[in-house]
């Protein structure tokens, strides 16, 4: 069976590493224009093409949003913008503006594309046409049954990305314009001042209610139905939640992690009620609901009352951040050495558990030492110094015996060690995230 990919949002850096670390299969961004999330930290370039390299290296995918609707000005720069990214490896695009659409597939033809969920695709026939111009992955209207999207599945045999946990939109798919006309502000240009979670009064005949909230949809929550999504033909679980902090990020990731691990070891995929707890209490608002999967509406779905997030739980975002935010999740390599007198010095190092990603480099030549002599501890400690990179030394070189030969009474500079290293391990990243 091959796994659904579990795909997490990162409004920040942070959110990023956090939600790899967490266990996402997948990451999905925005870099500094066209997400439609704009109020999101994002990505500058230089950031985002750090991300992307570090995905690779770890087998993961990243996805960037390109999902406002386009100006026709801004069209012109958006080849110049996505290029790097392209260049990169960059594994999907998610696309609402056709326009954007027909450019991307002609500029980039090999670049994966993704239909947003504002493309609104409610069926078969226009995940078809999508699919004639090049779309291979359909995000679907938020709307649908879950009987619509096996439908859909079972007759395009398209990629499936549906939304299993965060904030719905009150109007269809996102396809909304109170905000642009209420405060000048457009939801699809990335700028959503969410007038949907502001109070009104509604008028019955001749008489106003009080303040509430009828415009304001429940959180979706769907980890107690799991294994009917994965029966369903999905392909990729997507949470929301880009403008949220790094520990929603991360610690959602990590829950929905847990239980697909469990569903595909053959164990119980039924949350506990702890964590249904700890969900509630990472930013969601207080009430959830399992979205459209079974409903085709209904007042149950509205936080009528409230649409304020639930009280977080100060002890659940402290065990997140230490957990998954604190560091980096660091990919373990293997490192054996030579430093023979008179010959140059060379190491080799292979990602752990895989000998097929392994790098050989040469150094300067070893000589004689006139004074002190290089010591294995020495070398060892300059070896080691992977703290800028995104990897971390094996067992070999933290507490057990590590490949090193070297003849007694040697010299080489620290400097040449580091240089040596430095260069190894960045041609060995060119081999991790350009292997085909």
């Known amino acids: 069976m091959q796994q659904v990919e579990l795909l997490a949002p990162a409004g920040s850096p942070e959110a990023f590493y956090g939600a790899i670390k967490a266990g996402a299969d997948a990451v999905y961004l925005a870099g500094t224009q066209y997400g439609a999330r704009a109020y999101a930290d994002n990505f500058p370039e230089d950031e985002l093409l750090k991300c992307l390299k570090y995905a690779h290296l770890l087998g993961k995918k990243v996805y960037l949003t390109v999902n406002t609707l386009v100006k026709e000005h801004e069209l012109e720069m958006l080849p110049g913008f996505i290029k790097p990214y392209v260049e990169e490896g960059l ?11 027909s450019l991307l597939s002609e500029r980039f033809p090999k670049l994966p594309l993704h239909a947003s969920t504002q493309m609104s695709i409610t069926g ?8 004639k111009m090049g779309v291979v992955r359909v995000v679907p209207a938020r709307e649908l049954s879950l009987e619509e999207i096996k439908k859909i599945k079972a007759e395009t045999g398209m990629e499936l990305e549906c939304f299993i946990h965060g904030a719905m939109c009150y109007c269809y798919s996102g396809q909304c314009l109170f905000s642009s006309v209420l405060g000048g502000r457009s939801g699809n240009r990335g700028r959503c001042a969410q007038p949907c979670r502001l109070p009104y009064r509604v008028k019955d005949g001749q008489s106003m209610s009080k303040e509430c909230y009828p415009l304001s949809l429940k959180d979706m929550c769907t980890i107690e139905m799991l294994p009917e999504l994965i029966g369903a033909g999905i392909d990729s679980f997507k949470i929301e939640g880009r403008m949220k902090k790094p520990e ?21 995929a039924t949350p506990s009620k702890k964590d249904l707890e700890d969900l509630g209490k990472l930013y969601i608002r207080s009430e959830r609901t399992n979205g459209y999967y079974h409903r085709a509406n209904g007042k149950e779905m509205i936080t009528l009352i409230s649409p304020a997030y639930a009280a977080s739980d100060e002890k659940l975002l402290e065990n997140i951040k ?5 560091d980096k999740k660091r990919v373990p390599v293997r490192m054996e050495a030579k430093f023979l007198l008179g010959e140059p010095a060379t190491l080799k190092i292979s990602l752990a558990g895989d000998v097929r990603k392994t790098v050989t480099g040469c150094g300067e030549i070893v000589e004689a030492a006139q004074k002190a002599p290089v010591t294995k501890e020495n070398i060892i400690k300059q070896l080691k110094k992977l703290g800028d990179t995104f990897f971390v030394a094996d067992e070999s070189f933290n507490g057990g015996d590590p490949l090193i030969q ?7 500079p620290l400097k040449s060690i580091n240089e040596l290293r430095r260069k190894v391990i960045s041609e060995l990243e060119e081999v991790i995230c350009h292997d085909e």
């Open 322 to 326: 230490a957990e998954y935010l604190s």
């Open 406 to 412: 070297m003849d007694d009474g040697i010299f080489l």
């Open 124 to 131: 078969i026939h226009g995940a078809n046409l999508l699919k």
């Open 248 to 268: 929603y990020a991360a610690g959602v990731t990590a829950y929905y992690r847990k239980l697909l691990d469990a569903f595909y070891e053959g164990k119980t």
């Open 91 to 101: 594994d999907g695009v998610i696309v609402q503006d056709l326009g954007v659409l």
